[in-house]
């Protein structure tokens, strides 16, 4: 079960586009890390640009950015899994958004299955 969070300014991507984000990037990561789609949980959180500082300086309004990072249980995994995540999710995210800028971050979490889950069990009781 990925839980993907997104963080981007806001009003850089229309309700269109992030339909778009959610569809596009749980495709990416069942066919990507063999995930299952149903599982798949997606939040997009939209930041005021006075509350997105790079370098100590606000982003410029005409620069757009974002955070994608991905929790998954620890050992479910492998480097390739990552490096294709990465670079498929910086393609995806540079198609939506314009003016993309290289100081954007992705994160794939490992967390330890008896440290998370849904509903009143955690990963580790759910295999």
């Keep these: 079960m990925p839980f993907i969070s997104v963080k981007v300014v806001e009003n850089q991507l229309t309700e269109e586009k992030k339909k778009d984000l959610i569809e596009k990037l749980t495709d990416l990561v069942v066919e990507g890390m063999n995930r299952e789609k149903s599982l798949t949980t997606i939040v997009i959180d939209e930041i005021k640009p006075s509350s997105w ?3 100590g300086k606000a982003i410029r309004p005409e620069e757009s950015v974002s955070f994608v990072n991905i929790k998954v249980s620890k050992g479910t995994t492998n480097p390739d ?3 294709l995540m990465q670079v498929k999710t910086k393609e ?12 954007n971050y992705f994160i794939i979490d490992e967390i330890n299955s008896t440290g998370w889950g ?3 069990l955690t990963m580790a009781n759910r295999d």
């Design 53 to 55: 500082d790079i370098g």
């Design 81 to 83: 899994e990552i490096a």
């Design 118 to 120: 849904f509903g009143d």
């Design 92 to 103: 995806l995210m540079s198609s939506l958004l314009n003016n993309y800028i290289e100081e």
